[in-house]
């Protein structure tokens, strides 16, 4: 409970509407920011002081990208398919999404994706009450592929041979993602190289 009488939902990023629902007026919700109970990320979200749980930095991308895919880099490291380090949260958005504020902390890389590819392989993943959108593993494989020339041969490589060792890997999803995403001569040149 905090000092409004209400208890607020078990997780760190809480929509303006979940408050609502909750039967928190405009008014309550700028006394919880005052008290430093909320902190106002954008118009339509806020950042529970109070939470006490799991921290990841991919909850905060629905408060600024509230479509937002978790991609790339960011979404390798998440499924251990490469040793890289990411310096920002890559995230991949609808190409006719217009994000207008952006944290400083944590840093977000934007990608602007085709529908065809932007809505492919999305999976939620819940932890606690929190939850974040995120590229399955083949998903990320073919976009790593996709974008190895921005990213690196090497790190494009590395995700494949990582996917390729996976006790789960699906390579008929892997197939079908290369080739409804126009990547597959790529696909198989790579892994003419690597099986």
Same mark, same amino acid.
């Given at each position: 409970m905090n000092s409004t009488g209400h208890r607020l939902p078990r997780k760190k990023i809480i929509?303006?509407?979940?408050?609502?629902?909750m039967g928190y007026s405009f008014y309550l919700i700028k006394k919880?920011?005052?008290?430093?109970i909320l902190e106002k990320l954008t118009r339509k979200s806020?950042?529970?002081?109070?939470?006490?749980?799991?921290?990841?930095?991919?909850?905060y991308v629905s408060a600024y990208a509230p479509r937002g895919v978790i991609c790339l880099i960011s979404a390798a490291i998440y499924w251990q398919l490469t040793t890289e380090r990411s310096k920002a949260i890559d995230v991949a958005i609808p190409r006719s999404?217009?994000?207008?504020?952006m944290p400083d902390w944590p840093q977000i890389q934007l990608y602007y994706y085709n529908d065809m590819r932007y809505k492919?392989?999305?999976?939620?993943?819940?932890?606690?009450?929190n939850q974040f959108s995120i590229y399955d593993p083949?998903?990320?494989?073919?976009?790593?592929l996709h974008y190895r020339e921005k990213l690196g041969i090497e790190v494009a490589k590395e995700v494949l041979v990582q996917y390729l060792a =996976?006790?789960?890997? $699906?390579?008929?999803? @892997?197939?079908? &993602?290369? =080739?409804?995403?126009? $990547?597959?001569?790529? @696909?198989?040149? &790579?892994?003419?190289?690597?099986?």
């Open positions: 929509k303006i509407d979940e408050l609502k629902d919880l920011v005052e008290e430093n806020y950042e529970n002081l109070t939470y006490e749980g799991d921290e990841s930095d991919f909850y999404d217009r994000i207008y504020t492919t392989g999305i999976v939620t993943i819940d932890e606690d009450s083949e998903k990320t494989a073919i976009d790593i =996976k006790k789960d890997r $699906n390579l008929n999803k @892997l197939y079908r &993602y290369a =080739k409804e995403l126009g $990547n597959s001569k790529i @696909l198989r040149t &790579y892994l003419e190289v690597l099986l």
